[in-house]
């Protein structure tokens, strides 16, 4: 099986910035408690290995989970985030002030992607299923956690289920979230998205 873990809630997303992989957006305390809880909901699962982004958020989630599983972790830059161009660090309401929804442009390739030198979806999605891939057969019959981003795991739910640019926009990856896929033959299905610890679900 397949897990894809969000990162816990960072400074960026409380302080509505489009960080990138941009440093100096470590985790909340929300973001650590909720790296904790979910590294308790891991348990049962039989993870051998962790991989994880190398953006300052994702490698601090990754450390938490890795350390409550008695696991390691293996840093990988095809988990990392989206590279953020020239909108890097720029706050969402200065930039839906010049750009309008750059979230939707994002997934419908509008040029303005190209001209502000943002990393394109079709670009996240193929190195993150070349990582999938790469797992698959180093890792067969073992469950293997990824801790990354909201797109990295869009892109694979998006090759899955063949999502239109405006129900990839829609669709929310939570914070310390899991979105899991087990291997059936040759390809993957999907088993869940958004999984967490069920306090979190009447909080949210």
Do not use: W
Not at 74 to 80: M, S
Not at 117 to 128: D, G, P, Y
Not at 155 to 169: A, D, G, K, V, W
């Amino acid at each position: 099986m397949f897990l894809f873990l969000r990162h816990g809630q960072a400074r960026n997303n409380v302080e509505r910035v489009l960080a990138g992989r941009a440093t100096g957006y470590p985790l909340t305390d929300l973001g650590i408690k909720q790296a904790e809880n979910i590294a308790d909901f891991l348990k049962p699962f039989s993870i051998s290995t962790i991989y994880s982004s190398p953006v300052e958020r994702a490698e601090q989630t990754a450390s938490i989970v890795a350390k409550k599983l008695d696991l390691d972790y293996k840093v990988d830059e095809r988990l990392t985030e989206i590279d953020m161009g020239l909108l890097s660090g720029m706050p969402y309401e200065q930039m839906f002030a010049k750009h309008g929804n750059i979230f939707l442009k994002f997934y419908e390739g509008h040029p303005v992607i190209e001209e502000n030198k943002i990393e394109t979806f079709a670009s996240i999605k193929k190195r993150v299923l070349d990582l999938v891939e790469h797992c698959n057969t180093k890792h067969d019959e073992k469950d293997v956690l990824f801790v990354t981003h909201m797109d990295p795991i869009k892109s694979i739910l998006s090759t899955i289920m063949q999502l239109r640019p405006e129900s990839l926009y829609e669709l929310i990856i939570r914070n310390a979230s899991l979105t899991m896929f087990k291997k059936e033959q040759t390809n993957l299905s999907i088993i869940s998205i958004n999984s967490m610890c069920p306090e979190r679900y009447l909080q949210e």
